[in-house]
Nanobody, 119 residues
Framework: QVQLVESGGGLVQAGGSLRLSCAAS????????MAWFRQAPGKEREIVAS????????YYAESVKGRFSISRELRKYTVYLQMNSLKPEDAAVYYC????????????WGQGTQVNVSS
């Protein structure tokens, strides 16, 4: 089992920045990738960014490229999402998730952290 705890959400004005953190604990040694997803009211959950645990290869959704940056601290099994130039459409509950080695999907999820962006 892996436990994920997110932090860093809040309310920010459009154009502002927030940094989300996600700390993993438990069976973290088998981590293959970690990612941030988001879900806005009435919309499907979508992947925002991901990072491979070995190697650090990153992926970004088109809607956040150039504005968001995902990074990790290997020893702390912590992943960050730096969000700059926030837009009202970025408002959502942001979830951290992890994929284990040999897994085909993201198996473990955090409880989510709310991000609100005022125009």
């Amino acid at each position: 089992q892996v436990q994920l705890v997110e932090s860093g959400g809040g309310l920010v004005q459009a154009g502002g920045s927030l940094r989300l953190s996600c700390a993993a604990s438990g069976r973290t040694a088998s981590t293959y990738a970690m990612a941030w997803f988001r879900q806005a009211p009435g919309k499907e959950r979508e992947i925002v960014a991901s990072i491979r645990w070995p190697g650090g290869h990153t992926y970004y959704a088109e809607s956040v490229k150039g504005r968001f940056s995902i990074s990790r601290e290997l020893r702390k099994y912590t992943v960050y999402l730096q969000m700059n130039s926030l837009k009202p459409e970025d408002a959502a509950v942001y979830y951290c998730a992890t994929q284990v080695v040999g897994g085909s999907t993201y198996n473990y999820w955090g409880q989510g952290t709310q991000v609100n962006v005022s125009s």
